[in-house]
T-cell receptor, first 113, second 113 residues
Framework: GQSLEQPSEVTAVEGAIVQINCTYQ??????LSWYQQHDGGAPTFLSY????GLEETGRFSSFLSRSDSYGYLLLQELQMKDSASYFC??????????????FGSGTQLTVLP | KAGVTQTPRYLIKTRGQQVTLSCSPI?????VSWYQQTPGQGLQFLFE???????NKGNFPGRFSGRQFSNSRSEMNVSTLELGDSALYLC????????????FGPGTRLTVT
């Protein structure tokens, strides 16, 4: 089977930097995605890492280490609007299936003024 | 370009009834996936359709089924509703089956009483 672990809650202040970690166990690994979801909203895509290393998109960066089955999402210059749930998701192939996305349970980020 | 649309947005049903939810993907997107989101279980994959064929299925009972039409619109059906089926049902589309970025709709909030 597959499993993902990420912290359930993280709190930080405006302007700070926060890192949300994600560890996974799966076979047939293709890549790690990150999604953001505001309360009452739809998840929106943030980033995807298929290879080891850091991907940067504005204030957000995502890192992957395939050998450690580990990734993280880094949010810099935090803003109040960043308060949301953040999900890591593993893209993998399981026996008899095509590539499938399995989500972690989500990290609720609260940004304080 | 219009986003993913889902109808209805809210639904209240009684145990034992059945329900059909609809999803219209972004124009040009041929892959549609369905997810169930609950506070306790998070985002769980239901199934994926591509070119009118089910390509992937999650670990849900046979009461959950779906289909995709030639215009890529998709429907999911839940028969013999149970209280535990109360959830937010999210549809996501992407251009092709191997695409990694999914675009989510606003979801259908189903309440079973």
């Amino acid at each position: 089977g597959q499993s993902l672990e990420q912290p359930s809650e993280v709190t930080a202040v405006e302007g700070a930097i926060v890192q949300i970690n994600c560890t996974y166990q799966t076979s047939g690994f293709y890549g790690l995605s990150w999604y953001q979801q505001h309360d009452g909203g739809a998840p929106t895509f943030l980033s995807y890492n298929a290879l080891d290393g850091l991907e940067e998109t504005g204030r957000f960066s995502s890192f992957l280490s395939r050998s450690d089955s580990y990734g993280y999402l880094l949010l810099q210059e935090l803003q109040m609007k960043d308060s949301a749930s953040y999900f890591c998701a593993v893209r993998a192939v399981y026996s008899g299936s095509a590539r499938q996305l399995t989500f972690g349970s989500g990290t609720q980020l609260t940004v304080l003024p | 370009k219009a986003g993913v649309t889902q109808t209805p947005r809210y639904l209240i049903k009684t145990r034992g009834q059945q329900v059909t939810l609809s999803c219209s993907p972004i124009s040009g997107h041929r892959s549609v996936s369905w997810y169930q989101q609950t506070p306790g279980q998070g985002l769980q994959f239901l199934f994926e359709y591509f070119s009118e064929t089910q390509r992937n299925k999650g670990n849900f009972p046979g009461r959950f089924s779906g289909r995709q039409f030639s215009n890529s619109r998709s429907e999911m059906n839940v028969s013999t509703l149970e209280l535990g089926d109360s959830a937010l049902y999210l549809c996501a589309s992407k251009p092709g089956q191997t695409s990694y970025e999914q675009y989510f709709g606003p979801g259908t909030r189903l309440t079973v009483t």
